[in-house]
């Protein structure tokens, strides 16, 4: 499975959505389960599908697929291909 | 953090409860009534509200409500004291340990009766605090063994829930760890600490969160109540039963558990072997039928979401295979 992938299934299984509902520049405001507690189901979710756990900070700040994927490529985990 | 005053049963008997309505478990009642005789006290029927003996002028300018009884009853209280704006004073007298009610600005609101599919919600509010909180030993010390160990399953899945929370400060991991240690040291029966121990557990999980025990404990109540009624399906009952189940799960699913577990210097295997000893073979198989029913609404209830791994929609399998 790609990272992409891996993103996509994650985004699946803490936002409850639809495969026909993700997009690469899905964005929160699209999303009512990415409420306060979807920061922080997010967050977990991160930390366990990639290995890298985000600041409080940083998972608040996240808005939409690319944020997620800009904050993943800043630790090392690559998202090309 | 707003604290109840302490009271002993002397000075609840010395209190001015000539205005007072007082709220009785079912348990409780005659030996509240013999207790307290003489204190001129309406002892409300568990079916009517306190709202309802006022309305109806079974006791003019009520200014005091008394409660004795678990969490449910004292969450009921709590909520129905701050829909008065504080003109009611809140004295509550556990009469078992587990859900640490009697001191938390939490209350966990029941669903509407006739609208079982609705569940709980969790209310957060500091209005929520009793003004006062009794202790009564005599009366926690009658609590059968059966009851007795559910409720400590309820102590132990706010404990073990708060020290992995993704939202606990390392404060808290700290004073859970310790706790923990504590209540490794105590039976899952009658012991004299559980009534401290519950409510430090019930502290904590204020201060961080709850996870999946208590999301699935919240969306089970009612649907089981409803399916078996008079089968004493209640909160300590599912968090007992499902601590096991979800310790297990989470141990799988994320190393998160594991690496919490290790920074408190406990073993794994104690917690598991504590979990499992709450776990009931018979009453999971009775259960699982609704748990799969209502799985779809577990993994949205709040507090699976701030579980220390990720519910998903697939992590039901885990449950349908973990009992053959």
Known sequence: MTNHQKLEQLFLDVFLIEPSEYRLDLRRSEVDTWDSLGVVSLGVGIEETFGYHPTPAEARALASVPDVIALLESRGIGFDG | MARPEVWT?????????????????????????????????????????????????????????????????????????????????????????????????????????????????????????????????????????ERARLASGDAWAHVLEALVSPLAAEDVRRDAAALVQRMLAMPLTQHADWMECSRRACELQARSSVGLVHGIAHTLEAPLRSREPGEGWGHARLCSLFLWPVLRLNQQASQK???????????????????????????????????????????????????????????LEWFRTLVP
């Open chain 2, 257 to 315: 558990w594991q690496s919490h577990v290790d920074a408190a210097e406990l073993e794994s295997s104690a917690l598991l072997e504590r979990a499992r000893e709450l776990f009931s073979v018979e009453d999971y198989r009775r259960t699982l039928p609704v748990l799969v029913a209502e799985w779809s609404r577990v993994v949205r209830d709040p507090c699976a979401r701030t579980n220390v791994s990720v519910v998903r929609p697939q992590s």
């Open chain 2, 9 to 145: 049963l002397a000075e609840l008997r010395s209190a001015a409860l000539h205005r007072a309505v007082a709220w009785v478990t079912p348990a409780a009642r005659a030996t509240v009534a013999r207790e307290l005789e003489g204190l001129g006290l309406h002892l409300a029927t568990p079916a009517v509200f306190v709202r309802d003996a006022i309305d109806l002028g079974v006791v003019e300018s009520v200014d005091t409500l008394v409660v004795v009884g678990g969490g449910a009853l004292m969450d009921r209280a709590k909520l129905l004291r701050r829909a008065r704006a504080g003109s009611l004073r809140l004295i509550v007298v556990p009469s078992i340990w587990g859900s640490g009610a009697e001191v938390s600005r939490v209350a966990v609101q029941g669903p509407v009766e006739g609208q079982p599919g609705e569940g709980k919600r969790i209310i957060v509010d500091p209005a929520l605090v009793p003004d006062v909180r009794v202790e009564w030993p005599e009366l926690v010390a009658r609590v059968p063994q």
